[in-house]
């Protein structure tokens, strides 16, 4: 968990959420100027299980903006060089290639085999998008799809499946005959690593559910007037890909939070609760906790190593964290009591 203490000490950040993006199973389709700032932040920031799908060979024309691959690794697979990068960069994850285009038979075998979380699309042709599309209705995952031309491009997220949300085919019912590739038209190699990095955290934010982005909402980009422009798109109701599927409808349940208490150090003291410092080490150094009520000498154990040494938490007796500001120890709370600890509090740094 220390590779991830940066995003935990965010406030909408927990333990919680960093252990569900462990067990996140991604699709990202295209390796190449989405792909290639995409893959990255999402396998650093430790998505658990990343399925990388491109056919296509490295070719110098690509090096500009697929700044993941080498000079010297051009004529070699996209989807295998995009994997070894990832394993290299974070070894406790999951990656996969498939070195195939995808068609009729291996999206069938895609939907057998597997069940995504979210799928990413980074290719560059109508054809895909439109198979990524239909298999997003089917198995029912979310589909965050973009493109990038010349010094710009969009975002969108799609989940069609729902009763009153969009598909991509209700964006474009009609695809364009005379549409451009980057081959065609060109790309700055900065406009890729933007529209990529946008898309890498639209999922982050999706997958973890922070931020106010929602199924429907698309970015579009014009980099060259350092502009974006946010629409909301509706659910196309003659839509001729997703009005006869059998839809989910949007649930309104929240997963249950657990309620923590936070408490003065008297309160905590008539407990006689066992007090744990998540505090890093210098932090504790610098500023001990010196108080007459306290009784016993607190157990120091760092936000980000509380699941590995749960073994070292007392059950036997009530538990109290404690940190700096209230934040690290309320996630810290939280994470124990959805655990079964029952008798779990914060202490409010601020009564010290």
Same mark, same amino acid.
């Given at each position: 968990?220390?590779?991830?203490?940066?995003?935990?000490?965010?406030?909408?950040?927990?333990?919680?959420?960093?252990?569900?993006?462990?067990?996140?199973?991604?699709l990202?389709?295209?390796?190449?100027?989405?792909?290639?700032?995409?893959?990255?932040?999402?396998?650093?920031?430790?998505?658990?299980?990343?399925?990388?799908?491109?056919?296509?060979?490295?070719?110098?024309?690509n090096?500009?903006?697929?700044?993941?691959?080498?000079?010297?690794?051009?004529?070699?697979?996209?989807?295998?060089?995009?994997?070894?990068? !990832?394993?290299?960069?974070?070894?406790?994850?999951?990656?996969?290639?498939?070195?195939?285009?995808?068609?009729?038979?291996?999206?069938?075998?895609?939907?057998?085999?597997?069940?995504?979380?979210?799928?990413?699309?980074?290719?560059?042709?109508?054809?895909?998008?439109d198979? !990524?599309?239909?298999?997003?209705?089917?198995?029912?995952?979310?589909?965050?799809?973009?493109?990038?031309?010349?010094?710009?491009?969009?975002?969108?997220?799609?989940?069609?499946?729902?009763?009153?949300?969009?598909?991509?085919?209700?964006?474009?019912?009609?695809?364009?005959?005379?549409?451009?590739?980057?081959?065609?038209?060109?790309? !700055?190699?900065?406009?890729s690593?933007v529209?990529?990095?946008?898309?890498?955290?639209?999922?982050?934010?999706?997958?973890?559910?922070l931020?106010?982005?929602?199924?429907?909402?698309?970015?579009?980009?014009?980099?060259?007037?350092?502009?974006?422009?946010?629409?909301?798109?509706?659910?196309?109701k003659?839509c001729?890909?997703?009005?006869?599927?059998?839809?989910?409808?949007?649930?309104?349940?929240?997963?249950r939070?657990?309620?923590?208490?936070?408490?003065?150090?008297?309160?905590?003291?008539?407990?006689?609760?066992?007090?744990?410092d998540?505090?890093e080490?210098?932090?504790?150094?610098?500023?001990?906790l010196?108080?007459?009520?306290?009784?016993?000498?607190?157990?120091?154990?760092?936000?980000?190593?509380?699941?590995m040494k749960?073994?070292?938490?007392?059950?036997?007796?009530?538990?109290?964290?404690?940190?700096?500001?209230?934040?690290?120890?309320?996630?810290?709370?939280?994470?124990?009591?959805?655990?079964?600890?029952?008798?779990?509090?914060?202490?409010?740094?601020?009564?010290?």
């Amino acid at each position: 968990m220390e590779r991830y203490a940066r995003q935990l000490s965010l406030p909408e950040m927990s333990l919680d959420k960093q252990e569900r993006l462990s067990k996140t199973s991604i699709l990202m389709v295209g390796a190449g100027g989405l792909g290639s700032p995409v893959l990255p932040v999402l396998a650093g920031a430790g998505v658990g299980h990343i399925v990388i799908a491109d056919h296509d060979t490295v070719d110098e024309t690509n090096l500009h903006r697929q700044t993941i691959y080498k000079q010297d690794q051009t004529r070699q697979s996209k989807a295998k060089l995009a994997k070894t990068y !990832l394993e290299h960069l974070n070894s406790d994850i999951q990656v996969e290639a498939i070195n195939e285009k995808l068609g009729a038979e291996n999206h069938q075998k895609l939907l057998n085999s597997y069940q995504f979380d979210l799928i990413l699309d980074g290719s560059d042709n109508f054809k895909t998008k439109d198979l !990524l599309n239909s298999y997003s209705i089917k198995s029912k995952s979310p589909l965050l799809s973009a493109s990038v031309l010349r010094f710009g491009g969009q975002i969108g997220l799609f989940a069609g499946y729902l009763s009153n949300q969009p598909c991509y085919r209700c964006l474009f019912p009609d695809f364009p005959e005379n549409a451009y590739d980057c081959n065609q038209a060109g790309v !700055l190699g900065s406009a890729s690593g933007v529209i990529g990095m946008l898309q890498a955290h639209i999922a982050l934010c999706t997958l973890l559910d922070l931020g106010d982005y929602k199924i429907g909402d698309i970015v579009i980009a014009h980099l060259d007037k350092l502009r974006l422009e946010n629409i909301h798109l509706p659910k196309n109701k003659s839509c001729a890909t997703c009005k006869n599927q059998d839809h989910e409808e949007m649930s309104n349940l929240e997963s249950r939070s657990v309620m923590i208490d936070i408490l003065s150090i008297e309160d905590v003291a008539k407990k006689d609760a066992i007090i744990v410092d998540v505090r890093e080490p210098h932090e504790i150094s610098s500023d001990p906790l010196n108080h007459d009520l306290i009784k016993r000498p607190p157990l120091q154990i760092p936000l980000t190593q509380i699941p590995m040494k749960m073994s070292q938490l007392p059950t036997h007796k009530p538990l109290a964290f404690i940190c700096a500001g209230n934040i690290r120890s309320q996630n810290a709370a939280e994470y124990v009591a959805a655990r079964g600890y029952e008798d779990v509090c914060v202490l409010d740094k601020f009564s010290l």
